[in-house]
């Protein structure tokens, strides 16, 4: 199947800090890529759906402006927490689809824990 | 509203016997059905999926899952419970066109 991967897969940093977290699609071109975040014991709660080369599209209640995401190409999305806090740490997953509707590949996951 | 409901929050199993984790879903139209394993810390992994055609559907690592579109139910079965199924086990729809829904996940642990 299709790879995804997550770079970093841990990260701890000083609350007001800002942390990128890249997701890649190693052999196929993902043309939409959705970023969740899960917190213990809990399900995925979708964040943001992007497409490549425009603006994400934010979920109800996700700050666009603290959570930017970037997906610049078709192998390639981006989130940045920024000015994170420590209500901000978290596990975050992405999982990118191609052209076909029924799949979607999940990455390793990042957990982010914020001092 | 879309809504994956999966009833038990855990299910133990001892090894040898038969597992299954339930799921029902409350979605408008004829949506796309999943099931994804996580281990700790990681992410997910796909287990099988039903698109359309036979409502038993075969995936990964010996689980199949049914699908019964009266009761909008799509529960994962194995025949034989290993302990290394232990996992985290979350059923998903996706109605067309539309994002995934995940259910709230059931945690599986086999028993030696």
């Known amino acids: 199947g299709a790879v995804v991967s997550q770079h970093p897969s841990r990260v701890i940093c000083k609350s007001g800090t800002s942390v990128k977290i890249e997701c890649r699609s190693l052999?196929?071109?993902?043309?939409?890529m959705f970023w969740y975040r899960q917190f213990p014991k809990q399900s995925l709660m979708l964040m943001a759906t992007s497409n490549e080369g425009s603006k994400a599209t934010y979920e109800q209640g996700v700050e666009k402006d603290k959570f930017l995401i970037n997906h610049a190409s078709l192998t390639l999305s981006t989130l940045t927490v920024t000015s994170a806090h420590p209500e901000d740490s978290s596990f975050y997953i992405c999982?990118?689809?191609?052209?076909?509707?029924?799949?979607?590949?999940f990455g390793p996951g990042t957990r982010l824990t914020v001092l | 509203a879309q809504s994956v409901a999966q009833p038990e929050d855990q299910v133990n199993v001892a090894e040898g016997n038969p597992l299954t984790v339930k799921c029902t879903y409350s979605v408008s139209g004829n949506p796309y059905l999943f099931w994804y394993v996580q281990y700790p810390n990681r992410g997910l992994q796909f287990l099988l999926k039903?698109?359309?055609?036979?409502?038993l559907v075969k995936g990964s690592y010996g689980f199949e899952a049914e699908f019964n579109k009266s009761q909008t139910s799509f529960h994962l079965k194995k025949p034989s419970a290993l302990v290394s199924d232990s996992a985290l086990y979350f059923c998903?729809?996706?109605?067309?066109?539309?994002?995934?829904?995940f259910g709230p996940g059931t945690r599986l642990s086999v028993l030696p």
């Open positions: 052999d196929f071109q993902a043309t939409t």
């Open positions: 999982s990118a689809s191609g052209y076909r509707e029924d799949e979607q590949f």
């Open positions: 998903a729809v996706r109605p067309y066109g539309q994002n995934f829904v």
């Open positions: 039903y698109i359309t055609g036979d409502n």
